[in-house]
């Protein structure tokens, strides 16, 4: 089968020292302190054996991630920008939706011919933290397209339990549209788990700010929307995403590139906005936090969150204090999994109150699948979705 195959060298920082376990996977933890000048492929490799657990899936979309564009894209030194656990040679892709081909015998709930969308986060199930729910922090997690073997390939092997079926879809939508909003669910997840599950949901009537209108921040916008925010303010620095933020629920947009040649900083904004009170929910899914975080914590309103989804390997100064006296939290949130995050969010894109199709910028065939990511960097796409078969 064909499949997009990234390889890179492994040749630690200086000052890095890999722990044993790192060195003797080759699975990195921090993959911008070890992996360097990745390659991108596409090559011939065989189709992947399944377990009796396991299903075979043949790929029909593949969404581009901006974990693919760090991993795509170097620093100074040739290294990777991506902070988080990798593992090369690895076929990449983690978005996707596809058509069961094949099941292993102790599958039960799947079917040859069954329409799935499936987590990219693989819990072993067996460590304390998956046995006390919180999958996305398993101990032993593997990352689809990332430390372990992904979407942008023509088949994947996949668990039962990591599949969700989406045959649902198909009362309300196209064929292809089925499988182009499926292949959404995984980075909607992301934005649903930081804000309902690990952040614990708001009450309508709130104010909501988002900082990052890539993929995850256009579906924080959307789910706010929702779930009753009287009014979502947007910040980024590009134009085009701002537009689609504005068309899937934000109330106000601004270019924080047109404001550094101001005195007005995104704090002062909110406040005004806010009429002195502040925002009661903040999303961070930029991974800029040396500056959203200062903005944020200034622009707080009493009992305020900061839901912090943006992944960069960076340390903020807080005014604590500030913290205490508001009664305001941080939150980090990781992952899709568990809680009824698909399961729910399935639902609402059957039932039509989710609109998410216009987060859908680009398409692409498989062989450009290279050219989707080396466009994605230019981050003015909302969601790039690779057609692979």
């Known amino acids: 089968m064909k499949a997009l195959v990234v390889e890179a060298l492994w040749e630690p920082r200086e000052g890095y020292l890999p722990a044993e376990k790192e060195t003797l996977l080759r699975r990195a933890s921090m993959g911008s302190q070890v992996w360097k000048n990745p390659v991108f492929e596409i090559k011939d490799v065989s189709v992947p054996d399944i377990g009796v657990n396991e299903v075979l899936v043949r790929v029909k979309r593949c969404g581009i991630c901006g974990s693919d564009t760090h991993i795509y894209e170097n620093d100074m030194d040739g290294y990777i920008l991506f902070s988080g656990p990798a593992r090369f040679p690895c076929i990449i892709g983690h978005e996707y939706s596809g058509v069961v081909e094949k099941v292993g015998k102790n599958v039960d709930t799947l079917r040859h011919g069954d329409i799935v969308a499936a987590e990219s986060i693989h819990w072993c199930g067996k460590c304390t933290p998956c046995r006390s729910g919180a999958f996305n922090q398993c101990q032993k997690v593997e990352l689809i ?9 023509e088949f994947i092997c996949a668990k039962e339990r990591h599949c969700w079926k989406i045959d649902s879809l198909r009362e ?50 959307a789910l ?51 009429k002195g009170v502040g925002a009661e929910l903040q999303v961070e899914s930029a991974g800029a936090a040396p500056f959203t975080v200062p903005e944020m914590e200034n622009s707080l309103a009493v009992n305020g969150k900061i839901i912090y989804l943006g992944r960069a390997a960076a340390s903020v100064p807080l005014m604590l204090d500030t913290l205490v006296s508001g009664a305001n939290s941080i939150i980090g949130a990781r992952g899709h999994a568990g809680y ?50």
């Open 340 to 389: 009824g995050i698909y399961n729910n969010i399935i639902r609402l894109i059957a039932s039509g109150r989710l609109n998410v199709k216009e987060m859908i910028t680009s398409t692409y065939e498989f062989k450009d699948a290279i050219g989707a990511i080396k466009n994605s960097t230019t981050r003015t796409d909302g969601k790039s979705l690779v057609f692979v078969s």
């Open 172 to 221: 309300r939508l196209s064929e292809d549209d089925v499988f182009s909003l499926g292949a959404l669910i995984e980075p909607i997840g992301c934005a649903y788990n930081g804000i309902f599950i690990s952040g614990g949901g708001f009450k309508p009537g709130i104010t909501v700010v988002v900082y990052g209108v890539g993929p995850i921040g256009l579906a924080a916008v």
């Open 224 to 274: 706010s929307r929702l779930a009753g925010a009287s009014l979502i303010l947007a910040f980024d620095t590009i134009d085009e995403r701002l537009s689609i933020a504005k068309s899937m629920g934000a109330d106000l947009v601004y270019n924080i590139n047109e404001l550094k040649n101001t005195v007005i900083q995104p704090r002062d904004i909110v406040m005004e906005r806010t």
């Open 145 to 153: 397209g990332i430390t372990k073997d992904g979407a942008l390939a």
